[in-house]
């Protein structure tokens, strides 16, 4: 069952669409159910989030997660949102069944992968930032262990 503000952001989902030379565009996926998330950020010249989009191709749950994920970090400074978890997407939906909690960790490493191309762009590295992965898979299971 969902949340409110689940079926809330799937059905009315907040920032779709793309922004055309943006700062930095993160994609990321999930083979085994074929989720895909592309995250675009517009950072301005004080690291700071002034726009983000996304598109998202796969289930309810993984709409809704992109949705509140743009909201989180809208108006963030980079460091900010780096610290955005799938656990903080999580709790802003108001949870997320067991088998859909990977639509999260798709959320949390869309951001992570366009930061990461955003530093790239700008030859800069940012502190706590790992390389993301493009699937999931490996992160899933980790994950999955926890709930």
Same mark, same amino acid.
């Given at each position: 069952?969902?949340?409110?503000?689940?079926?809330?952001?799937?059905?009315?989902?907040?920032?779709?669409?793309?922004?055309?030379?943006?700062?930095?565009?993160?994609?990321?996926?999930? #083979?085994?159910?074929?989720?895909?998330?592309?995250?675009?950020?517009?950072?301005?010249?004080?690291?700071?989030? &002034?726009?983000?989009?996304?598109?998202?191709?796969?289930?309810?749950?993984?709409?809704?997660?992109?949705?509140?994920?743009?909201?989180?970090?809208?108006?963030?400074?980079? &460091?900010?949102?780096? #610290?955005?978890?799938? *656990?903080?997407?999580?709790?802003?939906?108001?949870?997320?069944?067991?088998?859909?909690?990977?639509?999260?960790?798709?959320?949390?490493? %869309?951001?992570?992968? %366009?930061?990461?191309?955003?530093?790239? *762009?700008?030859?800069?590295?940012?502190?706590?930032?790992?390389?993301?992965?493009?699937?999931?898979?490996? *992160?899933?299971?980790?994950?999955?262990?926890?709930?």
């Amino acid at each position: 069952m969902y949340s409110e503000k689940v079926m809330d952001h799937f059905n009315h989902p907040r920032n779709v669409g793309e922004i055309e030379n943006a700062s930095g565009v993160g994609t990321v996926g999930n #083979a085994k159910c074929g989720d895909i998330m592309r995250m675009y950020l517009d950072i301005d010249d004080e690291g700071r989030i &002034q726009d983000v989009k996304f598109k998202t191709f796969g289930c309810g749950a993984a709409v809704a997660t992109s949705s509140m994920a743009t909201e989180l970090v809208k108006g963030k400074t980079v &460091q900010e949102a780096l #610290a955005v978890t799938n *656990k903080a997407v999580m709790e802003a939906l108001d949870g997320l069944p067991p088998v859909k909690v990977h639509c999260s960790l798709l959320a949390e490493e %869309a951001i992570h992968a %366009a930061l990461w191309d955003y530093a790239e *762009k700008n030859g800069i590295t940012i502190e706590g930032l790992e390389r993301p992965v493009s699937d999931i898979g490996e *992160k899933e299971e980790e994950v999955e262990e926890e709930y």
